[in-house]
Structure formats: C-alpha cells, structure tokens
C-alpha cells in the first residue's frame, strides 16, 4: 500500500493484521500516521524488490531439491 502511495490511516489500519484492542482504541491508527517521502518509498520499493526475490530464489532451491530427493528414491526403488 506504501508502495502505491497509499497513505492513509485508515486504510492502513484495515491491512494491519493487529488485535482488535489496538484497533478499536484507535492506537493503531495512531501508530501508522506519518508521512512518507519519495526517497523513503523508493527505499522501500527496493526492500520489497530485494525480498521478492530472495522469495524467487527460495522456491527456486526448494523445487530443485525436491525433484534432486524424488530422484534419489526412484533410483533407490529401482535397485
């Protein structure tokens, strides 16, 4: 929503997955006012470039490893 330029708080407040005390006291709005500014969005746009790839590449090891397991039990099966 930051990335977008969505900066409202209560919009906010309905992304935030906090305990309904906090968002019925108003505390979590509270929390979440504040501006943002363009070098601060940009920082984070490459925070979440960087995680969403580290995410890639994760599921990229995992699949190999689980294709690298599956073909290390069909060659035991065979034997």
Not at 37 to 47: D, E, G, N, S, Y
Not at 52 to 69: A, K, P
Request: glycine share 6%.
């Amino acid at each position: 929503m930051l990335i977008r330029g969505e900066t409202g708080s209560e919009a906010l407040v309905r992304s935030v997955y906090g305990n309904r005390k906090n968002r019925k006291s108003g505390r979590l709005k509270e929390c979440l006012t504040g501006n943002m500014k363009a070098h601060q969005r940009l920082k984070l746009i490459a925070c979440k470039r960087q995680f969403d790839l580290s995410e890639n590449r994760i599921q990229l090891y995992l699949n190999e490893m689980q294709n690298f397991t599956k073909n290390i039990l069909a060659k035991k099966s065979a034997i």
